[in-house]
């Protein structure tokens, strides 16, 4: 479950300062596919990064699989960030120089999984985007798309109990971008783990569970929760 | 994430960037050949200086002459005060000379075990059954001193009536081989300063090499090696009725025990502060090892410029690395990644290029070294001996260091890049 509490985010200092997020309520069931949906500037990215441990909250409380955020040390917020959760950004970032493997290997070295474990790990995600053919490949060498689907690929290799996506299909073209997509709701039949999306494309958010609405930095509305 | 993988990630990262990498290692790399010369051209000077004294001087023995002057001057161009010890040397500097009440004196220092006389004389001519005369001149043989002889073998003391004969004489005055000639009889003719002259006879007991380390080879080469009774009394018979007889320029003082430096440098004192000069084979060594060593300074400042410019690369260079890597490192820390390691995986990639720049540096230097050593030994007349010598422990020292200046080099960019916030990272497009 993810709790959010009266969730402020400001920027800048003393005097010319903005409220991206103005104490934000929310609570979010787990293995649901959520969408944040709003326009440009709204803050969605913002609220992503801080339930992503990316950022800190000016004020207010936000606890993820019942751990306060808020409370973490900068270790335990790496650790959170490297052990329960995926991303996925919008420009894709992959390490361009590197291999296929490489890049999905990342997330593996980082939390030091054995070489030997290793291989089946990433050979498995890069099955699952079906870049299984690919990897030794440099990722420079990849279509967008195909960028994406490896960015995906390194989002899962660890098992992540929460995914977050920033715009996935923002730079594709409408057909690989709901390849993109297709394959994120198929990764999420299977794992189960809760997956939140930040899109304005209103097809998208209408086939995810939850909708959540955000317009200057608060919540308009939410769609998809049972009360 | 293990070291392991830090080490396999920074070596990909930098083989990803060649030559930039090389580039960067090669500013280190002209470092580590000019310190890798410099530190193998101190050895082998170090080498020869050592093998100079040694096969010259006996270094459990001083070398004492009468006044503390008489090194490094030939005599003094000024009215110096009348004493009964000076002797001329040439035709117009004045010498003084030890005389054998001084030898006396010195056999009766606490710790000398035996003094022993300087009793180089000119004779007139060498010769042998083909009847070529050939100059040179005769000295009592020093069994402290290790003599490289080629032909026959001597233990100990020569005796009465045996000569150690230089490598020079053999096909001069037909002896044969180094071999053949041992046992055969040279004929020495000597000629005292008042006009008479004596012929002698000595056996060939030894043939010596002409050494390739000499301090005065000129004079050694030409020297023939007696039992010290015999070259004391060619001495004695030339210098007779003269101001040189039973005057001696230097004696060789042994002490007892004189491997042992404090016991060698006591004696040393006591002879000093009684007004005689003395010297080591330490002190000749220090005379030869003080040249080397200020060469060696000035080179050593060179390599050290090369060093500094080297180290302002390699902050250059990752600094520019970490700029362009932005979001890589964005990356990396958004999944997780702590800053520690971050900064690890910089320095490392810093220390690599120091061990790429030192391995290049030294091993041109050690290629270089080792084809050139016989072409130098050529052009400065070191016979045998190499220049260039290598010491693998100050090899292995020397890429130690400069993968630690690499390292103290890459600490800043690190810092930076540890820094980084990863939101800020991921923004950049
Ligand atoms: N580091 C920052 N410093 C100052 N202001 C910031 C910073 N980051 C975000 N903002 C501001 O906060 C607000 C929300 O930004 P955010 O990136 O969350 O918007 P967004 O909804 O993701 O927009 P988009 O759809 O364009 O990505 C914006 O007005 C933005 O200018
Ligand atoms: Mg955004």
Request: proline content about 3%; some cysteine.
């Amino acid at each position: 479950m993810i709790q959010i509490a009266h969730l402020t985010k400001i920027y800048g200092k003393k005097g010319n300062t903005s409220s991206a997020i103005n104490d934000i309520n929310l609570e979010l069931p787990d293995s649901k596919i959520i969408a944040i949906v709003g326009k440009s500037g709204s803050g969605k990215s913002t609220l992503l990064h801080l339930i992503g441990g990316l950022d800190r909250p000016t004020s207010g409380e936000i606890s993820i699989l019942n751990k306060d955020l808020t409370q973490l040390s900068k270790k335990e917020m790496d650790h959170y960030r490297s052990h329960e959760l995926g991303f996925v950004f919008q420009s894709f970032f992959v390490e361009a120089n590197q291999s296929c493997y490489q890049n999905v290997a990342l997330p593996l070295e980082i939390n030091r999984i054995p070489v030997a474990k290793r291989k089946a790990l990433v050979e498995k995600a890069l099955d699952q985007v079906e870049l299984g053919q690919k990897t030794k490949v440099r990722a420079g060498t990849l279509s967008g798309g195909e960028k994406q689907r490896l960015a995906i690929a390194r989002a899962i290799v660890n098992g992540p109990k929460v995914i977050l996506a920033d715009e996935p299909t923002g730079n594709l073209d409408s057909v690989t971008g709901d390849k993109v997509i297709d394959l994120l709701f198929g990764l999420h039949k299977k794992n189960k783990a809760t997956l939140v999306i930040v899109t304005h494309d209103q097809d998208i958010a209408n086939r995810c569970d939850i909708r959540v609405f955000i317009k200057d930095g608060k919540i308009e509305r939410v769609e998809g929760l049972a009360k | 994430m293990t070291w392991r993988d830090t080490l396999a990630r920074s070596a990909r990262t930098l083989r990803q960037a060649k030559v930039r990498t090389l580039l960067t290692a090669a500013a280190l790399a002209v470092g580590g050949f000019t310190l890798t010369a410099t530190l193998a051209a101190a050895n082998g000077a170090k080498d020869y200086g050592n093998k100079l004294v040694n096969t010259n001087f006996d270094p459990s023995s001083l070398i004492v002459t009468k006044s503390q002057n008489t090194f490094g001057r030939g005599g003094s161009n000024k009215p110096q005060p009348y004493s009964s010890s000076y002797t001329s040397v040439g035709r117009n500097s004045l010498v003084k000379e030890l005389s054998s009440s001084d030898l006396k004196r010195l056999a009766k220092f606490p710790g000398v075990s035996s003094v022993f006389e300087d009793y180089q004389t000119s004779i007139l001519y060498v010769t042998a059954q083909n009847g070529a005369k050939y100059t040179g001149s005769t000295q009592a043989y020093d069994p402290n001193i290790s003599h490289q002889l080629v032909g026959g073998y001597v233990n100990g003391q020569l005796k009465t009536g045996e000569v150690v004969l230089p490598q020079d004489y053999l096909s001069l005055l037909n002896l044969g081989t180094a071999k053949s000639a041992i046992g055969k009889t040279v004929t020495v003719q000597v000629r005292q300063t008042l006009g008479g002259q004596e012929t002698l006879q000595f056996k060939i007991a030894g043939i010596i090499a002409a050494p390739s380390t000499l301090i005065n080879p000129g004079n050694v080469n030409t020297t023939l090696l007696l039992n010290p009774t015999d070259a004391q009394n060619i001495y004695n018979f030339v210098n007779y009725g003269t101001i040189n007889y039973d005057r001696f320029l230097s004696a060789t003082v042994r002490v007892t025990d004189g491997t042992n430096q404090s016991k060698l440098l006591k004696v040393q004192n006591e002879i000093k502060s009684a007004g005689y000069g003395a010297e080591s084979a330490k002190d000749f060594e220090a005379t030869i090892t003080q040249i080397v060593n200020v060469l060696q300074i000035i080179i050593l400042v060179f390599g050290l410029i090369a060093l500094i410019a080297s180290f302002f690369g390699v902050v250059n260079t990752q600094y520019i690395s970490v700029l362009e890597r932005t979001r890589e490192i964005g990356l990396m820390k958004a999944l997780g990644m702590s800053s520690r390691v971050v900064s690890r995986l910089f320095i490392i990639e810093a220390a690599w290029i120091g061990v790429i720049g030192a391995l290049i540096g030294s091993l041109t230097a050690i290629i270089a070294g080792l084809l050139l050593n016989p072409w130098i030994s050529q052009q400065i007349d070191f016979g045998s001996n190499r220049l260039l010598v290598f010491h693998p422990s100050q090899v292995i020292a020397l890429i130690i260091f400069l993968t630690l200046v690499a390292t103290i080099a890459g600490l800043l960019p690190a810092r930076k890049a540890s820094k980084l916030d990863p939101i800020e990272a991921l923004r950049t497009e």
